[in-house]
Nanobody, 127 residues
Framework: EVQLVESGGGSVQAGGSLRLSCAAS????????VGWFRQAPGKEREGVAA?????????VYADSVKGRFTLTEDNFKNTFYLEMDNLKLEDSAMYYC???????????????????WGQGTQVTVSS
């Protein structure tokens, strides 16, 4: 079992920045990818970014956040960070961290490709 705990959410004005953290514990050694997802009220959960563990800077991003969000990992702490810059109103959502042990061809951005999920952290962007 893997446990994921997100933190760092909050309220910020448009154009501002936030850094989300995802702390992993449990049997994490077989994990291949970690992803961040978000879900706004009335919308489906969507992939935001995903990273391949142990492969420096091999991360993929949704087009909507490319150039604004950066996903990094701290191998020693099993913690993953989503740096969000130039936030927009449409970035408001609950953000979730997820992990998978499946060796997908590339970092996955689909909900069905992940097994373990955190409880989420809320991000609210205001004008």
């Amino acid at each position: 079992e893997v446990q994921l705990v997100e933190s760092g959410g909050g309220s910020v004005q448009a154009g501002g920045s936030l850094r989300l953290s995802c702390a992993a514990s449990g049997y994490f050694i077989d994990t291949k990818y970690v992803g961040w997802f978000r879900q706004a009220p009335g919308k489906e959960r969507e992939g935001v970014a995903a990273i391949a563990l142990g492969r420096t800077n091999y991360a993929v991003y949704a087009d909507s956040v490319k150039g604004r969000f950066t996903l990094t990992e701290d191998n020693f702490k099993n913690t993953f960070y989503l740096e969000m810059d130039n936030l927009k109103l449409e970035d408001s959502a609950m953000y979730y961290c997820a992990s998978t042990t499946t060796a997908w061809e590339r970092p996955p951005l689909y909900v069905s490709q992940y097994k373990y999920w955190g409880q989420g952290t809320q991000v609210t962007v205001s004008s």
